[in-house]
């Protein structure tokens, strides 16, 4: 929980370069890759917490046993749902978003363990492997805003 509050203190300290591009990175400033991760973070707790256990679905996904084992997501491999996409953004909105995150990953404590979220390429995806997976995902942007401000 600690570590993926760390990182989103450590999003937030690239606020002020967002704006920043380098198209031989990516095709999206800092400020998307922030925006995209806060759009995540929010959107699974979310899902995780709305969830019903009863509905769970256990399925067999190897690329999600091969990524949690790496514990590196590979760069360009996927596309974001629209859901995760971010449209317009400002450091005033980026800066709310952090709070909002850090609010809802404290809650996230609360939730009972039987409680999940249906990830796209993972299926059902459990609550006690909801954090390591935002921590890479997250960790995974926060090496393409390092690349772009390289």
């Known amino acids: 929980m600690q570590k993926l509050l760390n990182l989103v203190d450590e999003l937030a300290s690239y606020i002020p370069q967002l704006e920043a591009r380098n198209e031989t990175v990516s095709s999206s400033s800092v400020g998307w890759q922030i925006e995209?991760?806060?759009l995540v973070i929010?959107?699974?707790?979310e899902g995780v917490?709305?969830?019903d256990?009863?509905?769970y679905k256990w399925s067999f996904r190897p690329i999600k046993y091969l990524i949690f084992w790496r514990g590196k997501?590979?760069?360009?491999?996927?596309?974001a749902p629209k859901f995760v996409v971010p449209d317009i953004f400002t450091a005033e909105t980026l800066q709310n978003h952090i709070?909002?995150?850090r609010t809802k990953i404290r809650a996230f404590e609360s939730v009972g363990a039987g409680h999940y979220f249906s990830h796209p390429y993972f299926g059902d995806t459990k609550k006690k492997d909801v954090i390591p997976f935002l921590v890479m995902h997250t960790d995974h942007h926060m090496v393409i805003i390092k690349d772009i401000l390289k």
């Open 36 to 38: 995209h991760s806060l």
């Open 42 to 45: 929010s959107s699974v707790i």
């Open 49 to 51: 917490t709305k969830s």
């Open 53 to 55: 256990p009863s509905k």
């Open 73 to 79: 997501i590979p760069r360009g491999k996927s596309k």
């Open 99 to 101: 709070d909002l995150c």
